[in-house]
């Protein structure tokens, strides 16, 4: 994946642990097996990262593995930890990790490192071996499950100390082949919840000396306008109102076409703010590094005339903003955009909007580091 984030020399901090998505399994040694823990921090590309261990003399007997996009784009800068069950003192194992895009997971976007330690949870003074991170597509590291072969000296712990999971055992003695497409699955559309907001929640109730008549609410068309970049089914978005109420939403894998524009044209209500979610599976936006994607929205049916928000394409695996449907959100000088739209079928119908009484804001957005 080409440049985009920046996910200099000093190392980000170490960011809260997060935990692997794999399920844990039954697995309980005993005798001459011992836990080994494996951590491993990310970059900004976790997609691209996939890593196994097998024993050195057999390298076609996979015991562990992390396939190839078991870390979504939320495990970017993370460090996940994982627990291994292996055979202590006998065996030479190797630990090899591959990065699909060959600039490995330090430095270029963020500073990912490995390390492995003895024990069932990372300990700085039990490190059997250790990567900064710094390869192309792959690195392996030799290890033997004992305490005489500990690294001398202590070592910055990689991963707060914290429960951890066990991945998957293969235990197949033949390799599975990587997937000859690039994205043979989208997983459903994450929900994503802003954080407590007045402008989110409703008004408090009047009391009944000073109540008000319900207001009417005054619909409004606005135009969501949007170009693809050379990735086209990486992308989706999603609006919400402020109840968290989806209306309308693309998923990834609908935009096909290469460079494609589209428009979706939806009614909702002057004065209210709504929630519009981004999300690009590839973790690297529509713009800049594949193609010179954008999106925007306009008041009225047609796109680019009356514009209210514009975002460059530039974020990463996701970014969500308030958009307020006001003449006081207008953009002075929107960029330029294309005319030639193809329309989107819709994934759902509209719902109906329920209207308050907003307190108007301009346009902000949130995007991921």
């Known amino acids: 994946v080409a440049a985009n984030n920046t996910f200099g020399v000093t190392a980000a901090p170490s960011p809260s642990p997060s935990l692997s998505s794999k399920p844990s399994v039954s697995i309980h040694p005993t005798g001459s097996y011992s836990d080994v823990t494996v951590a491993v921090r990310l970059d900004r590309f976790p997609t691209e990262v996939s890593w196994r261990i097998y024993p050195k003399d057999n390298p076609n007997t996979i015991l562990f593995r992390i396939s190839p996009r078991t870390y979504d784009y939320l495990a970017a800068e993370t460090v996940q930890v994982h627990t291994v069950p292996l055979q202590s003192e006998t065996v030479t194992y190797v630990f090899e990790i591959m990065d699909s895009a060959g600039d490995g997971i330090c430095c270029s976007y963020g500073y990912g490192n490995v390390y492995i330690y003895l024990g069932p949870e990372p300990a700085n003074d039990l490190v059997l071996a250790q990567s900064d991170g710094q390869f192309t597509t792959s690195t392996q590291l030799e290890f033997t499950v004992s305490i005489n072969d500990v690294l001398p000296g202590e ?3 990689s991963a707060p100390i914290a429960p951890t999971v066990r991945p998957t055992p293969f235990p197949t003695t033949r390799l599975t082949p990587y997937p000859t497409l690039r994205f043979p699955t989208f997983p459903a559309f994450p929900t994503f919840r802003f954080p407590s907001s007045p402008i989110f929640n409703p008004p408090p109730s009047p009391s009944p000396t000073n109540a008000q008549p319900p207001v009417a609410p005054i619909p409004i068309d606005i135009t969501l306008y949007s170009q693809m970049d050379a990735n086209p089914q990486e992308f989706g978005w999603a609006l919400f109102n402020q109840y968290d109420e989806e209306i309308y939403s693309v998923m990834p894998g609908n935009y096909t076409m290469v460079n494609q524009t589209s428009a979706v044209t939806l009614t909702v209500n002057f004065t209210d703010t709504y929630r519009l979610f981004m999300i690009d599976l590839g973790g690297n936006g529509i713009c800049c590094d594949y193609g010179d994607g954008q999106l925007g929205v306009s008041v009225g049916t047609m796109p680019g005339q009356f514009v209210i928000f ?28 294309h005319t030639d739209f193809h329309t989107e079928p819709p994934t759902q119908a509209p719902i109906t ?13 949130t995007t991921t580091p």
């Open 155 to 157: 070592f910055p712990t």
């Open 310 to 337: 514009h975002h460059d394409g530039e974020f990463g695996g996701y970014a969500t903003t308030s958009i307020t449907v006001s003449g006081s959100s207008l953009l002075q000088s929107p960029p330029p955009f």
């Open 353 to 365: 909007v329920v209207t308050t009484n907003s307190t108007n804001i301009s346009s902000s957005s």
